[in-house]
Protein backbone atom coordinates (compact mmCIF):
# COMPACT_ATOMS: atom_id res chain seq x y z
CA UNK A 1 0.00 0.00 0.00
CA UNK A 2 1.04 3.70 -1.28
CA UNK A 3 2.29 5.88 2.00
CA UNK A 4 -0.41 7.58 4.05
CA UNK A 5 -0.70 11.13 5.12
CA UNK A 6 -0.14 10.28 8.24
CA UNK A 7 3.23 8.44 7.77
CA UNK A 8 4.45 11.76 5.24
CA UNK A 9 4.05 13.90 8.28
CA UNK A 10 5.62 11.60 10.67
CA UNK A 11 8.41 11.34 8.18
CA UNK A 12 8.74 14.78 8.08
CA UNK A 13 8.81 15.31 11.55
CA UNK A 14 11.37 12.51 12.05
CA UNK A 15 13.68 14.60 9.85
CA UNK A 16 13.61 18.30 11.03
CA UNK A 17 14.13 15.98 14.44
CA UNK A 18 17.28 14.79 13.00
CA UNK A 19 17.83 18.39 11.99
CA UNK A 20 17.84 19.84 15.22
CA UNK A 21 19.91 16.83 16.75
CA UNK A 22 22.62 17.55 13.93
CA UNK A 23 22.26 21.36 14.54
CA UNK A 24 23.15 20.80 18.34
CA UNK A 25 25.97 19.12 17.95
CA UNK A 26 27.68 20.99 15.09
CA UNK A 27 29.49 24.41 14.69
CA UNK A 28 30.45 26.74 12.13
CA UNK A 29 29.35 26.96 9.10
CA UNK A 30 27.88 23.20 9.00
CA UNK A 31 25.84 24.69 11.98
CA UNK A 32 24.50 27.47 9.31
CA UNK A 33 24.04 25.60 6.77
CA UNK A 34 21.45 23.00 9.25
CA UNK A 35 20.10 26.05 10.41
CA UNK A 36 18.47 26.95 6.75
CA UNK A 37 17.98 23.22 5.88
CA UNK A 38 15.58 23.20 9.15
CA UNK A 39 13.98 26.86 8.16
CA UNK A 40 13.58 25.43 4.78
CA UNK A 41 11.61 22.26 5.97
CA UNK A 42 9.46 23.72 8.09
CA UNK A 43 8.48 25.81 5.89
CA UNK A 44 7.44 23.42 3.11
CA UNK A 45 5.89 21.14 6.24
CA UNK A 46 3.84 24.17 6.86
CA UNK A 47 2.49 24.71 3.53
CA UNK A 48 1.94 20.96 3.19
CA UNK A 49 0.04 20.70 6.59
CA UNK A 50 -1.75 24.19 5.72
CA UNK A 51 -3.19 23.27 2.03
CA UNK A 52 -3.63 20.03 2.15
CA UNK A 53 -3.85 18.43 5.40
CA UNK A 54 -5.46 20.23 7.32
CA UNK A 55 -8.20 20.76 4.98
CA UNK A 56 -8.67 17.30 4.31
CA UNK A 57 -10.05 16.94 7.81
CA UNK A 58 -13.09 19.17 7.69
CA UNK A 59 -12.77 20.80 10.30
CA UNK A 60 -15.73 22.41 10.10
CA UNK A 61 -17.83 18.81 10.87
CA UNK A 62 -16.23 18.13 13.70
CA UNK A 63 -15.58 20.93 17.16
CA UNK A 64 -12.99 18.74 19.20
CA UNK A 65 -11.05 18.69 15.12
CA UNK A 66 -12.16 22.21 14.38
CA UNK A 67 -9.76 23.28 17.74
CA UNK A 68 -7.24 21.35 17.63
CA UNK A 69 -6.56 22.41 13.75
CA UNK A 70 -6.74 26.08 14.81
CA UNK A 71 -4.30 25.27 17.64
CA UNK A 72 -2.00 23.87 14.59
CA UNK A 73 -2.43 26.99 12.45
CA UNK A 74 -1.66 29.03 15.69
CA UNK A 75 1.59 26.51 16.30
CA UNK A 76 2.69 27.23 12.57
CA UNK A 77 2.23 31.10 12.65
CA UNK A 78 4.43 31.31 15.99
CA UNK A 79 6.88 28.70 14.10
CA UNK A 80 7.05 30.87 10.73
CA UNK A 81 7.70 34.19 13.12
CA UNK A 82 10.47 32.54 14.85
CA UNK A 83 11.87 31.52 12.10
CA UNK A 84 11.68 35.22 10.15
CA UNK A 85 13.95 36.73 13.29
CA UNK A 86 16.21 34.04 12.75
CA UNK A 87 16.49 34.24 9.51
CA UNK A 88 17.18 38.36 9.96
CA UNK A 89 20.14 37.44 12.49
CA UNK A 90 23.90 36.47 12.47
CA UNK A 91 24.17 32.92 13.20
CA UNK A 92 27.37 33.49 15.09
CA UNK A 93 24.96 35.64 17.99
CA UNK A 94 24.24 33.97 21.13
CA UNK A 95 20.87 35.11 20.37
CA UNK A 96 20.62 32.74 17.53
CA UNK A 97 21.19 29.69 19.74
CA UNK A 98 18.84 31.28 22.26
CA UNK A 99 16.15 31.37 19.15
CA UNK A 100 16.93 27.82 18.08
CA UNK A 101 16.63 26.65 21.38
CA UNK A 102 13.03 28.39 21.14
CA UNK A 103 12.60 27.01 17.49
CA UNK A 104 13.25 23.37 18.76
CA UNK A 105 10.74 23.64 21.57
CA UNK A 106 7.76 25.27 20.25
CA UNK A 107 8.32 22.37 16.95
CA UNK A 108 8.65 19.43 19.41
CA UNK A 109 5.26 20.98 20.89
CA UNK A 110 3.64 20.99 17.92
CA UNK A 111 4.53 17.41 16.72
CA UNK A 112 3.35 16.03 20.08
CA UNK A 113 0.30 17.52 19.72
CA UNK A 114 -0.17 16.72 16.01
CA UNK A 115 0.61 13.13 16.39
CA UNK A 116 -0.81 12.25 19.90
CA UNK A 117 -4.14 14.20 18.87
CA UNK A 118 -4.37 15.05 15.04
CA UNK A 119 -3.23 12.21 13.47
CA UNK A 120 -5.06 9.43 15.36
CA UNK A 121 -8.20 11.68 14.52
CA UNK A 122 -7.09 11.51 10.66
CA UNK A 123 -6.30 7.44 10.88
CA UNK A 124 -9.71 6.92 12.26
CA UNK A 125 -11.94 9.64 10.39
CA UNK A 126 -10.52 9.49 6.60
CA UNK A 127 -11.28 6.75 4.38
CA UNK A 128 -8.48 4.90 2.84
CA UNK A 129 -9.39 6.76 -0.67
CA UNK A 130 -9.43 9.80 0.95
CA UNK A 131 -6.27 8.49 2.61
CA UNK A 132 -4.96 7.77 -0.95
CA UNK A 133 -6.27 11.12 -2.45
CA UNK A 134 -4.17 13.20 0.30
CA UNK A 135 -1.23 11.59 0.32
CA UNK A 136 -0.83 12.00 -3.25
CA UNK A 137 -1.74 15.77 -3.06
CA UNK A 138 0.89 16.08 -0.31
CA UNK A 139 3.54 14.16 -2.55
CA UNK A 140 2.25 16.80 -5.75
CA UNK A 141 2.94 19.92 -3.56
CA UNK A 142 6.44 19.10 -1.93
CA UNK A 143 7.72 18.30 -5.83
CA UNK A 144 6.39 21.03 -6.49
CA UNK A 145 7.89 23.20 -3.83
CA UNK A 146 11.25 22.01 -4.44
Request: proline share 3%; no cysteine; aromatic share 6%.
Amino acid sequence: MAQTPIQLIAEDHRRIEDLFEKFDNSDGRRRDAIATMIFDELDAHAIMEEEVFYPSLKAEEDSEISNIVSESYEEHAKVKQIILQLREMNPAENEFSDGMEELKRNVEHHVHEEESRMLPYAEEKLSDDEMEEVAEDMKQLKVKMR
